[in-house]
């Protein structure tokens, strides 16, 4: 089970860190990854982390946005500057290795 926190409201420019811990289970940052959908429009991949423990941004977000891992804590994090009004969506974490969803999570990016 995947347990997402961290969302809320910030101003253009702010910034946000979103968490997903796993709950039960082992961790594992391999195959993992977090997607957004906004209204109207499908869910997409905002990064993942490969195999070769590469990690993989948007490139709407790149440069922007980063993932990060505590393994004692079992907890990915997804830290984000310089938010844009573009990147208000529902944020869903994503487990690969065993297809769990989180449950998602808002984020409002508004003055």
């Known amino acids: 089970r995947l347990v997402e926190s961290g969302g809320g409201l910030v101003q253009p420019g702010g910034s946000l860190r979103l968490a997903c811990e796993v709950s039960?289970?082992?961790?594992?940052?391999?195959?993992m990854a977090w997607y957004r959908q906004a209204p109207g429009k499908q869910r997409e991949l905002v990064a993942e982390v490969t195999t070769r423990a590469m990690q993989n941004y948007a490139d709407s977000v790149k440069g922007r946005v980063t993932i990060l891992a505590d393994d004692a804590k079992k907890t990915m994090y997804l830290q984000m500057n310089n938010l844009k009004p573009e990147d208000t969506a529902v944020y869903y974490c994503?487990?690969?290795?065993?297809?769990?969803w989180g449950q998602g999570i808002q984020v409002t990016v508004s003055s």
């Open positions: 039960g289970g082992t961790f594992s940052i391999y195959y």
């Open positions: 994503h487990d690969g290795r065993t297809g769990s």
